[in-house]
């Protein structure tokens, strides 16, 4: 079953609009989680790192007062868009691993579209 | 040059058909490969994962490792329609506390009955 839970799946929002996503980990807890892009028939492209009780490392490119990344516990990290704008519509995924040296669990992402 | 090279495909293949899916890398520092299934509008899930050079069966699957030549490969037996999905592969240079994932763009497989 799913490891990785993402919230909500869908949004359809006005531009200027902030959307908030969640992104928990089921039944370990997730020092760190990643936070991914991916644009349609593109691959995922990282934007951040999402350390517990500390600051996100962000991407080159990558906004970091446009897209807040907070992981106040062990088992939730969310990722804020501030003020959306129609080109900030994409997949957005998240993802966790449950041990060092083992692979990424992906979240079902979610569908972001700004009108 | 792109880290990650992969062929977009699409590839359109019958049912029973082996499948044949690569990609090629440049950083010789990747140690950890992954080869991942995508549906549409769906999260990736982890479907091989290795660390060394050679190959690794698991059911319908095999993943192939060759780091001399900087090529990894994943192989489906017996396709079937469900197969159909993007598989991407991915490597990371280790799997320390914060290692990142290098992905290819994904190979769309189409695989028909």
């Known amino acids: 079953g799913a490891v990785v839970s993402q919230h909500p799946s869908r949004v359809i929002c006005k531009s200027g609009t902030s959307v908030k996503i969640e992104c928990r980990s089921l039944d370990f807890q997730a020092t760190t989680m990643f936070w991914y892009r991916q644009f349609p028939k593109q691959s995922l492209m990282l934007m951040a790192t999402?350390?517990?009780?500390?600051?996100?490392?962000?991407e080159q490119g990558v906004e970091k007062d446009k897209f807040l990344i907070n992981h106040a516990s062990l088992t939730l990290s969310t990722l804020t868009v501030t003020s959306a704008h129609p080109e900030d519509s994409s997949f957005y995924i998240c993802?966790?691993?449950?041990?060092?040296?083992?692979?990424?669990?992906f979240g079902d992402g979610t569908r972001l579209s700004i009108l | 040059q792109k880290e990650v090279e992969q062929d977009p495909g699409p590839l359109s293949v019958p049912e029973g058909a082996i499948v044949s899916l690569n990609c090629t890398y440049s950083?010789?520092?990747?140690?950890?490969f992954m080869w991942y299934r995508q549906y549409s509008r769906k999260g990736p899930e982890l479907l091989m994962y290795?660390?060394?050079?050679g190959n690794k069966e698991d059911g319908r699957f095999t993943a192939q490792v060759d780091k001399s030549s900087k090529y990894i490969s994943l192989f489906i037996r017996d396709s079937q329609p469900s197969d159909s999905a993007t598989y991407l592969c991915?490597?990371?240079?280790?799997?320390?506390?914060?290692?990142?994932?290098?992905f290819g763009k994904g190979t769309l497989l189409t695989v028909n009955p």
């Open positions: 290795t660390y060394s050079s």
């Open positions: 991915a490597m990371s240079e280790s799997g320390g506390s914060n290692y990142k994932l290098t």
């Open positions: 993802s966790a691993y449950r041990e060092p040296n083992q692979p990424q669990h």
């Open positions: 950083n010789s520092a990747f140690q950890y």
């Open positions: 999402s350390n517990e009780g500390s600051k996100a490392t962000y």
